[in-house]
């Protein structure tokens, strides 16, 4: 095993699919021991099995799945706490996200709350639980799941730009508050990535709109997954010792900020 984390807890929400799925594979090939934190254990994109298991059963290594609502804090008790079973979190990834399209003549209300309870809300006490325990250690790493939709508005998507946004100023706000006690944390800004978010809940990638997106990119794809989770490890390992309150925009050229 490879020694970048070693010796590391990372808690990863919404660690079961998607970009989550392979951060925590890719953490536990690095050495960490993961605690997988989301609705369910079973990856969205199909039969594969839960990536805990796969950690424990194909790599060898330390994994707990734990089954979490990020927005019901007393889950999220639960998953701090399968992290100090396991000698307390090291690096929190702030990855539970929802993706919504919405016309903003006639949204709700209700359409609002949905995105910023999970993506601003959840993000926010999820960062505070971690952030307790890791103060108290005099050391961690937050690591926010924005999106180039934190830095660039795209219409029909206000409440996923606006709920972006808010965690880019967050991860500023609270890099400047923690990094004196020796928390690191910092924004990950994904491009177009090929889930079931951008295939299924809004259907971006393999549709009409996603080839409009698609010629935006100078590198002529949409990314995948791991190519997240590399950026990741970066910013989570000592790799990034000296990032603190930075954007890692991850887009194959997209915005080019
Ligand atoms: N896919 C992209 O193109 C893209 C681009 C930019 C940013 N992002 C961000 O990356 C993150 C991961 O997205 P993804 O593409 O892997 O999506 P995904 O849908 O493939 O995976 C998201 C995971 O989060 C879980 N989740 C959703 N709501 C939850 C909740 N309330 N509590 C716990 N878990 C919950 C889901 O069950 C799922 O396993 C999100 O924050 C998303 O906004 C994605």
Known sequence: MDSLLSGKVAVVTGGASGIGRSIARLFAEHGAAVVVADLQAAPREGDDPPV??????QMGGEARF???DV????????????ADDL???DILINNAGVFRQHDFLSMTAEDFDFVMDINVKAAFFV???AAQRMVEQGDGVILNLSSVAGIQGSAGFTTYCASKGAIRLFTYALAAELGPQGVRVNALHPGLIDTKMTTDDVPVVGSEMGEGFKQQIPMDRFGHPDEMAKAALFLASDMGSYVQGASLVADGGLLRV
């Open 52 to 57: 805990h298991e796969v950690i424990q059963e």
């Open 66 to 68: 734990v089954a979490c």
């Open 71 to 82: 927005s019901n804090t007393e889950q999220v008790a639960d998953v701090m706490a399968a």
């Open 87 to 89: 000698g307390g979190v």
């Open 127 to 129: 960062a505070q639980a």
